[in-house]
């Protein structure tokens, strides 16, 4: 019980756990249930996370890895209320070494059906770890972790903002619709709201049309005009004039 604890407050040595388990052989290894197992070793719930995610993150058997998906869903919550603790453990932080991997453990791209995370946990997530460790240390962080999420994004700077936004994009939601979810805050940075359009297809090569314009700015009227919180239209107006500028600039040219 106290090694799986140490290797479960570790997102490094987590990986040992899901290559033991993993690579084992005999009934025992192939009938092993993991839900069972850190119930019974009476892990708390983000040991539960540290250990689920080491085992998603990394290549094992497909049942251990669905197991591992349930258990994430089932301890995320409380896993996020432990970890903005302060320490998390008795006698323990994460470091932002640490941090990062259960970052990428847990935002990297799987090719999941439906998603590891939802939107809003992915958010939570990055929230949790930037009020746990602070902008600074994040900003690296997030400059590694950006390459391995398997999202476009043509904008240079990544920042704590556009990563949320992306993150929080389902393939079957409309613009107005992720406009809207994201609300004011997440989407006051024109830059973000740049690549957002991108991920919708508005780029230099192909710039939004005036009807494009027209409509969806009508739409987001209405829905104010109806009491919905919207996005920032400010920045959203940038980020439009942005690409049409580019082109007037070509063409200038």
Known sequence: MQETQRLARDPFLADRFRDGVGGGEGDSFRNFD?????DRVGLRSLERLVLAAAIVGGQTRKELTTQAIGVI????????????????YEHAEFTPAQMSKILTNLLADHS???PLLEGSQR????????????????????????????????????????????????????????????????TSDPEAVKGLLERFGITST?????????????????????????????????????????IYAQDSL
């Open 73 to 88: 869903r089932t301890e995320f919550d409380n896993a996020i209320l432990e970890l903005c603790q302060s320490p998390p």
């Open 112 to 114: 999941q059906d439906p």
């Open 34 to 38: 993991l839900a069972r197992f850190v």
């Open 206 to 246: 192909n710039p939004p049309r005036d009807t494009q314009v027209v409509e969806l700015m009508s739409t987001l009227a209405s829905l104010a005009a109806e009491g919905n919180i919207i996005c920032d239209v400010g920045a959203l107006v940038r980020a439009l004039v942005s690409f049409v500028s580019v």
């Open 123 to 186: 958010q939570a997530l990055l929230t949790a770890a930037q009020s746990k460790l602070g902008k600074e240390a994040m900003t690296p962080i997030l400059q590694r972790l950006y390459p391995k999420l398997g999202y476009l994004y043509s904008v240079e700077m990544i920042t704590f903002h556009s990563l949320c936004l992306l993150l929080s994009i389902s393939p079957h939601n409309s613009l107005v619709q992720v406009l809207i979810s994201l609300g004011p805050e997440l």
